[in-house]
């Protein structure tokens, strides 16, 4: 039987910085407390005016092949997890299928929302565990919201950033792998965040745009008990799907969106905080990309070692939940 390992990380974020300061200043208001304090956010990179998801995705894909050790050509599938693509129709992976020249894969988008990048590794991995045709593929996690932020309502448009994380999957027979990932959704939270304007329901018109439903809009709030419940119960369903104890798993990666939830998450587990492998600090919210931007974060610090049992703890809009339970394949 084939497996899949994640055998290359890479990441990418626009070169502008915004700091928390600079919120500040723009809204005449301190932005700064809150964002450290419940947040745990101190600054954030944006793209720039001309670029598009396709851009952040390219040069983490290109990075992750490279510590993976191929070359677009031996790419067989390249599925992009993103609620921010660069076009409607057709995928942003077309896009970066063709600028990596990734001549013999597939590909295709995946929208989860912020759960995305997990459920698409859960995608890419049943590809190379089913069929001995796929050797290799990309799975990236991309996010470009600030192109749809209502910069009007400073307590949402200051957590968002843009960035893109990517990983390289690979079919192996024995040794460290992707464990089991389970999936959780309640849809009833469908029309509590998104962006709703541009889709079928209701088209781009000049109503739309007057009443800013093109961008992201918080409409209604998720209970904040949402998290806290919901990771320990899945991390408790992984760690009995794969017969380990809690104290085998090294590190945890969680969405990053607010640092209150992740500290009550990791209180219910009864683990020690520093387990969890933070970047809002330096990234703030990056969405999709979040995951696999600090899963390449933390093998860059060598936090990451051949063997680690990890676990990724992931919630979107939708609502949809994704959490997988992988061994490292590879030190760093």
């Known amino acids: 039987m ?7 990380t890479g990441i ?23 964002l450290r304090e419940s947040r745990n956010i101190y600054q954030r990179h944006l793209m720039s005016e001309d670029q598009a998801t396709s851009d952040l995705i390219v040069p983490a894909a290109e990075q ?25 129709s057709p995928s942003t992976a077309s896009v970066v299928q063709y600028r990596l020249q990734a001549r013999k894969a597939g590909c295709f988008d995946l929208n989860s929302a912020c759960a995305g990048f997990v459920t698409a590794l859960d995608v890419g991995t049943k590809y190379l565990e089913s069929d001995s045709r796929y050797r290799h593929i990309l799975v990236v996690g991309a996010y470009g ?34 464990l089991n990932t389970v999936l959780y959704a309640d849809g009833q939270y469908h029309d509590y965040m998104g962006i709703y ?12 745009v007057a009443q800013k439903q093109h961008l992201l809009n918080f409409a209604k709030k998720i209970p904040l008990e949402t998290n806290p419940t ?25 969405t990053q969106i607010n640092i209150g939830s992740i500290r009550q998450t990791m209180e219910k587990l009864g683990v020690a905080e520093r387990l969890s492998h933070n970047i809002m600090d330096r990234y703030g919210y990056t969405g999709s990309a979040c995951i696999p931007m600090a899963l390449a974060d933390a093998a860059a610090q060598h936090k990451l070692k051949k063997g680690d049992l990890v676990m990724l703890l992931t919630s979107g809009g939708g609502m949809s939940m994704a959490a997988t339970a992988l061994e490292w394949a590879y030190d760093t």
């Open 12 to 34: 990418y974020a626009p070169e502008r910085v915004v700091p928390n300061s600079e919120y500040n200043l723009k809204y005449g208001i301190d932005v700064d407390t809150f």
């Open 230 to 254: 919901h990771w320990p119960r899945m991390a408790h369903t992984l760690l009995d799907r794969i017969q380990r104890p809690l104290s085998d798993v090294k590190l945890f990666f969680f």
């Open 64 to 88: 992750a092949m490279k510590v993976a050790g191929i070359q677009a050509d031996d790419l067989d599938l390249i599925i992009v997890s993103t609620d921010t693509p660069d076009y409607l």
């Open 145 to 178: 919201m600030s192109k749809y932020l209502n910069w009007d309502d400073y307590k949402i448009a200051t957590l968002f950033a843009d960035g893109a994380g990517a990983v390289v999957l690979k079919a192996v027979n024995e040794g460290p792998h992707i």
């Open 2 to 8: 084939a497996y899949a390992a994640i055998v290359g």
């Open 197 to 208: 304007a541009g889709g079928t329901r209701t088209p781009i018109s000049e109503t739309a």
